[in-house]
């Protein structure tokens, strides 16, 4: 299985400030005939599912925000929030979908 | 818009079996270009995956399951099922079930959610 990592496992940032989240795999997730990163980011808040938020490591899904930004390659992915809004405070989830089995990370505690 | 919804027993006794429908409405399961699957989320923890099915009734189950998993779909009521045999206390969840964007013939990432159903495996 490939094993997902994320750090840190909770973070507080000020309103405003920019938030990072990092997610590293096991193996890489890029498939080199089509240079893609399969990896997805996720969102969830509290008595809520998650909440799909970036798909291909880099691309935002529709109607979410322009603050929310993925970045990396291979086994190395970064969630970016540029500027911290209150309804940000969630978990946030890394995912791989190269192989099944398909799998998270342990999530991301972003706090305000 | 489509929206999916978990039914089924919320409390489960230890060694039966869990039965969850997931009942879609608002989109078909007859479409080629999506799987359907499950998802489990113990209290205060982290996200699983169960396993997936294709309209053609195909599935992908994760290995950790798989001796005790089995998905089936009906296209006819647009309903997809799950039953976990002999089950335990670890099988406390929120059990999510999705529909996840297929490419290359897999499935991929998860773009709808149910809301989900706490199921409690406690005698």
């Known amino acids: 299985d490939i094993v997902m990592t994320q750090s840190p496992d909770s973070l507080a940032v000020s309103l405003g400030e920019r938030a990072t989240i990092n997610c590293k795999s096991s193996?890489?997730?890029?498939?080199?005939?089509?240079?893609?990163?399969?990896l997805a980011w996720f969102q969830q808040k509290p008595g809520q599912p998650p909440k799909l938020l970036i798909f291909w490591a880099s691309t935002r899904e529709s109607g979410v925000p322009d603050r929310f930004s993925g970045s990396g390659s291979g086994t190395d992915f970064t969630l970016t929030i540029s500027s911290l809004q209150a309804e940000d405070v969630a978990v946030y989830y890394c995912q791989q979908y190269y192989t099944t089995p398909l799998t998270f990370g342990q999530g991301t505690k972003l706090e305000i | 818009q489509l929206q999916l919804q978990e039914s089924g027993p919320g409390l489960v006794k230890p060694s039966e079996t869990l039965s969850l429908t997931c009942t879609v409405s608002g989109g078909s399961l007859s479409s080629s270009s999506y799987y359907w699957g499950w998802i489990r989320q113990p209290p205060g923890k982290g996200l699983e995956w169960i396993g997936n099915i294709y309209y053609n009734g195909f599935t992908y189950y994760n290995p950790s399951l798989q001796s005790r998993v089995t998905i089936i779909i009906d296209t006819s009521q647009n309903q997809f099922s799950l039953k976990l045999s002999s089950v335990t206390a670890t099988d406390t969840a929120v059990y999510y079930c999705?529909?996840?964007?297929?490419?290359?013939?897999?499935?991929?990432?998860?773009?709808?959610w149910g809301q989900g159903t706490l199921v409690t495996v406690s005698s």
């Open positions: 193996q890489s997730v890029l498939y080199r005939s089509n240079n893609k990163n399969y």
């Open positions: 999705g529909r996840h964007e297929r490419s290359e013939n897999y499935p991929r990432w998860i773009d709808y």
